[in-house]
């Protein structure tokens, strides 16, 4: 590129074109991600899978929706590539969620930030593994329970404060126990998810432990024999600290 080359929207020179335009200027005139206005996430009102491709996926996910749920909606610029977009819930109700994302993006050696707005329907939908789980089939139960209350005035504040707690879990776990989840089901003081493997229920146990520095209650149930041993469920009970099981006993303010 013969230096006095400059670009023919903001003048500059010395600067890489491309059809004479400039990176920077060439960024602000594209779309470089966008997201339609209106979206749909069906997921399994059961253990949180996703349908997507005409496939289920992400057993025992959280029923938050994240940047892994909208990232197939998002259309990009062919010289643009997303490095990463924080999605912010800003209202709505549990079956049509308003979502903000932050997307950094990168364009010719620029990284950009954009601004994306979405509302997402969610449609539950009982998945093909919950639906043909008649058997019912699982080894442990992990409990997510409020601080110390059994029961809570609230359950459905406490409930999506606990499905936070897990979705964050989640995004550490390893592939193995993130398979051993079979399902998710929903109690008045939280959430009891079966795992089809021990020690994958034991690891999550032991990893909020880490996290949260609380203690795991274990017990354990004879429910059968199997080739001549006897064969124990066991349950890990997670106490997670939080302001909504707080509410003392007393009359409606
Ligand atoms: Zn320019
Ligand atoms: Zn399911």
Same mark, same amino acid.
């Given at each position: 590129?013969?230096?006095?080359?400059?670009?023919?929207?903001?003048? #500059?020179? &010395? $600067?890489?074109? /491309?059809?004479? +335009?400039?990176?920077?200027?060439? @960024?602000?005139?594209?779309?470089?991600?966008?997201i339609p206005e209106h979206v749909q996430v069906v997921l399994c009102p059961q253990c949180g899978a996703r349908r997507g491709g005409g496939r289920?996926?992400?057993?025992?996910?959280?029923?938050?929706?994240?940047?892994?749920?909208?990232?197939?909606?998002?259309?990009?610029?062919?010289?643009?590539?997303?490095?990463?977009?924080?999605?912010?819930?800003?209202?709505?109700?549990?079956?049509?969620?308003?979502?903000?994302?932050?997307?950094?993006?990168?364009?010719?050696?620029?990284?950009?930030?954009?601004?994306?707005?979405?509302?997402?329907?969610?449609?539950?939908?009982?998945?093909?593994?919950?639906?043909? #789980?008649? &058997? $019912?089939?699982? /080894?442990?139960? +992990?409990?997510?329970?409020?601080? @110390?209350?059994?029961?809570?005035?609230?359950?459905?504040?406490?409930?999506?404060?606990?499905?936070?707690?897990?979705?964050?879990?989640?995004?550490?776990?390893?592939?193995?126990?993130?398979?051993?989840?079979?399902?998710?089901e929903e109690r008045p003081e939280g959430w009891d998810v079966y795992f089809t493997d021990t020690l994958a229920a034991r690891s999550v146990a032991?990893?909020?432990?880490?996290?949260?520095?609380?203690?795991?209650?274990?017990?354990?149930?004879?429910?059968?024999?199997?080739?001549?041993?006897?064969?124990?469920r066991v349950t890990f009970c997670l106490r997670f600290p939080g302001r909504d099981d707080r509410t003392p006993p007393g009359p409606e303010r």
């Amino acid at each position: 590129m013969p230096p006095h080359e400059f670009c023919v929207v903001c003048g #500059r020179t &010395g $600067r890489t074109l /491309t059809d004479g +335009v400039c990176a920077e200027c060439a @960024a602000e005139r594209t779309s470089l991600v966008r997201i339609p206005e209106h979206v749909q996430v069906v997921l399994c009102p059961q253990c949180g899978a996703r349908r997507g491709g005409g496939r289920w996926s992400r057993a025992g996910a959280s029923s938050v929706i994240t940047a892994e749920d909208l990232a197939p909606f998002l259309v990009l610029d062919p010289e643009a590539a997303v490095r990463e977009v924080r999605w912010t819930e800003r209202g709505g109700t549990p079956s049509r969620r308003e979502l903000r994302g932050m997307a950094r993006v990168r364009f010719r050696g620029l990284e950009r930030a954009v601004a994306l707005d979405v509302v997402v329907r969610v449609v539950g939908q009982t998945c093909t593994d919950c639906g043909r #789980r008649s &058997g $019912r089939y699982y /080894t442990a139960i +992990v409990q997510l329970r409020g601080e @110390a209350s059994p029961r809570t005035r609230r359950p459905k504040e406490l409930r999506r404060r606990l499905d936070g707690v897990w979705q964050g879990l989640w995004e550490e776990f390893r592939g193995d126990w993130r398979s051993a989840v079979a399902w998710r089901e929903e109690r008045p003081e939280g959430w009891d998810v079966y795992f089809t493997d021990t020690l994958a229920a034991r690891s999550v146990a032991r990893l909020a432990r880490q996290r949260f520095g609380i203690p795991i209650v274990e017990s354990a149930s004879l429910f059968g024999r199997r080739n001549g041993q006897d064969v124990y469920r066991v349950t890990f009970c997670l106490r997670f600290p939080g302001r909504d099981d707080r509410t003392p006993p007393g009359p409606e303010r």
